[in-house]
């Protein structure tokens, strides 16, 4: 991600879960950039990576 289009795309995708209070985005230059969910149950990694695809993008592997 690297514009405040894709932050939103993913932001509004996260959204849609009604458990999820807030989504922050910190873009990076190189396009691998760090999102951060706040919710009131723990989603898993299946979750928040099907939310990414469907705006359109995918998660890094985990270092």
């Known amino acids: ?5 894709c932050v939103r795309s993913v932001t509004e995708e996260l959204a849609a879960y009604p458990e999820v209070s807030t989504v922050t ?26 939310a990414i695809a469907d705006a359109g993008y995918r998660l890094a592997p985990l270092s």
């Open 25 to 50: 985005v910190s873009l990076t230059p190189d396009g691998v950039s760090t999102v951060t969910v706040g919710s009131s149950r723990p989603l898993g990694r299946e979750e928040i990576a099907a």
């Open 1 to 5: 991600m690297t514009c405040e289009h």
